[in-house]
């Protein structure tokens, strides 16, 4: 019997009413089956509903999506549209959780009249933390990426989201930032876009719907992606995920198509990676293989001998593997590290008994995290650290609900809003009540020590009813993006590893952008920011409300002058 729709919601940031069980649905790559969409609910900043359910009842997704019930501009239409977080229930086992969106955004007006732009960087309230606002604009905030004279940002563009029928929902995951373009799939293309004015320069067709995207960009900007070997029909309607890919960003020129052959069949696969010269395919049940970054000439294949099979990869400066061996009642799990040519492993570490799964955090150094017990909102709450040899160099606990990081449970390379470097894991820690501030929510990043797995003394908060989370290493800064509250545009700031803040980007504080930003958080969104522009785009795309009528966007962007 299908669970009945969540119930209607409070505002981004408020305590959530409960919802229903996670549905049931194919694998990885298929349309996926929505609830029904919410009703009008108090924007982000507001008070909202009475607090969650007891430990242990259902939760709703946190960011589920809400219709806007703020009257708009004349140039904007309402925003609206979040996805579920894939970890934000309670999941049970052999029930995989669905992420949703449901459909909104804003008809943005591209102008120049200033009603586009944040009114400068005075109207912006800065975040609090350690250390002051930073740096004088126009300089270097101690990273890599450069401090603009104006961090006021306006809305260079918005894609519109592909147009589907139905109920269902299709991953649209993935996203590349080159000097040139910013690229994204659509259901069964890939297409390049102009990184000032969202022009389409190029497009690339696939043979059958998007599955899956290399999170990273290899030499020569080489992306990597898994999809459909057909489109779907009435006779077919879940074509296999078993098509992988390399493409030249510059261009959206196929370097090679490959697939792989297991028991007379192809191979199906939901993750991919990029390591140097090398493209790791896994997911699934069918294993892991590897590719020629370039030529696309398979490299090696996992025996999977002594009923084992390589669960995924994650890429980057190394390439890191989940393995599993044993039975289905008693897992036995190793994280291993690779030689990306070969495959052949430089070391291993065996997860302790009793821990069935592992998510690759970091590959240099290896950190990777577990669910040590029931699965739970955030897929991680114990912490492994290695050293260089593959040695146990700390273990620590992420409480349950104590923070906000968030790790698919049937991934391996899908960590989100938490990072290692500086030789310290930074994880940002769950809404709470802002000081002073009656209806104000906010939080902080916090760190831990990857030798000793004791948290440091960093504490960088928020302020000002923000949200912070954290995106990538900017030099030995940490670069984050800071969610807004109900009235004040959102911000990319770079901190230094004493604290200090300066803001890299503000954007316009005007409610209707507001509204649709609030649609690619983090949580439920992708966040990329290179050179003064930020992109952030969405997981997955479904058809318009047919409650709110509002059109689907797949992605914003904002750039500094």
């Known amino acids: 019997q299908t669970p009945p729709p969540p119930a209607a919601q409070p505002g981004y940031g408020y305590p959530q009413q409960p919802g229903g069980s996670p549905q049931q649905a194919p694998g990885h790559g298929f349309p996926q089956q929505p609830g029904q969409p919410p009703q009008g609910a108090p924007g982000y900043g507001y008070p909202g509903q009475p607090a969650q359910p007891p430990y242990g009842q259902p939760q709703q997704p946190y960011g589920y999506p809400q219709p806007n019930t703020v009257p708009m501009s004349a140039q904007g239409s309402p925003g609206g549209g979040r996805k579920f977080g894939p970890q934000a229930m309670i999941i049970t086992a052999a029930v995989v959780a669905i992420a949703l969106i449901v459909g909104g955004g804003i008809w943005y007006k591209s102008s120049q009249d200033g009603e586009t732009t944040a009114g400068g960087s005075g109207q912006g309230e800065t975040g609090e933390g350690k250390g002051g606002s930073g740096d004088a604009p126009g300089g270097s905030g101690g990273g890599d990426e450069k401090v603009p004279s104006d961090p006021a940002s306006k809305v260079l563009f918005q894609l519109p989201a592909p147009k589907v029928k139905g109920d269902s929902s299709y991953p649209v995951e993935g996203s590349w930032l080159t000097g040139k373009v910013f690229a994204k799939p659509g259901l069964s293309e890939i297409n390049g876009y102009d990184l000032d004015s969202g022009k389409v320069t190029w497009t690339t067709p696939l043979s059958g719907q998007h599955c899956a995207s290399s999170p990273e960009v290899g030499d020569g900007d080489i992306a990597a992606v898994v999809y459909q070997n057909a489109k779907a029909t009435d006779d077919n ?40 010269g090398t493209v790791a395919v896994g997911g699934g049940t069918d294993g892991g293989a590897a590719f020629d970054l370039k030529t696309g000439k398979e490299l090696w294949k996992p025996q999977n001998g002594d009923a084992c099979e390589d669960l995924g990869y ?8 989940v393995r599993k061996c044993g039975s289905y009642d008693n897992p036995k799990m190793e994280v291993q590290l690779l030689d990306a040519s070969d495959g052949t492993p430089q070391w291993s570490y065996k997860l302790p ?9 970091s590959v240099d150094p290896v950190v990777f995290g577990t669910d ?8 991680v709450t114990d912490v492994f650290t290695l050293d260089d040899k593959g040695g146990l160099q700390s273990r620590f606990a992420l409480e349950d609900g ?12 899908d960590c989100k809003q938490i990072l290692a470097g500086n030789g310290k894991l930074y994880v940002p820690t769950a809404e709470h009540d802002a000081k002073g501030e009656e209806y104000g929510r906010t939080n902080e990043i916090l760190s831990f020590d990857l030798k000793t797995g004791k948290q440091t003394g960093d504490r960088f908060d928020a302020g000002g009813k923000y949200k912070i989370y954290p995106l990538r290493m900017d030099g030995e800064n940490v670069l984050a993006y ?25 954007n316009p504080a005007t409610e209707a ?7 690619f958080l983090p949580e439920f969104g992708e966040v990329v920011y290179g050179d003064g522009r930020l992109f952030m785009s969405t997981l997955y795309v479904r058809e318009p409300s047919k409650v709110t009528k509002e059109p689907e966007y797949l992605a914003i962007a904002f750039g500094t002058s």
Request: glycine share 12%.
């Open 353 to 361: 008994a009793g821990l069935d799964n592992a998510k690759v955090i």
């Open 314 to 321: 994650r890429g980057g400066e190394a390439l890191v593997a």
């Open 237 to 276: 309607k879940y074509p296999g995920c078993d098509k992988i890919s390399a493409i030249d960003l510059g261009t959206g020129k196929i370097l090679w198509t490959e697939s792989v052959e297991v028991s007379s069949r192809a191979a199906r696969y939901d993750e991919v990676s990029i390591s140097g």
């Open 513 to 519: 952008v507001r509204n649709v930003e609030r649609n």
């Open 372 to 379: 040590s017990q029931e699965i739970t909102a955030s897929g």
């Open 402 to 413: 104590k923070y906000a990081h968030d790790c698919d449970v049937n991934k391996v390379h």
């Open 482 to 506: 800071k969610a807004p509250p109900y009235n004040k545009g959102g911000q990319i700031v770079t901190i230094d590893p004493g604290g200090k803040e300066t803001v890299l980007m503000e």
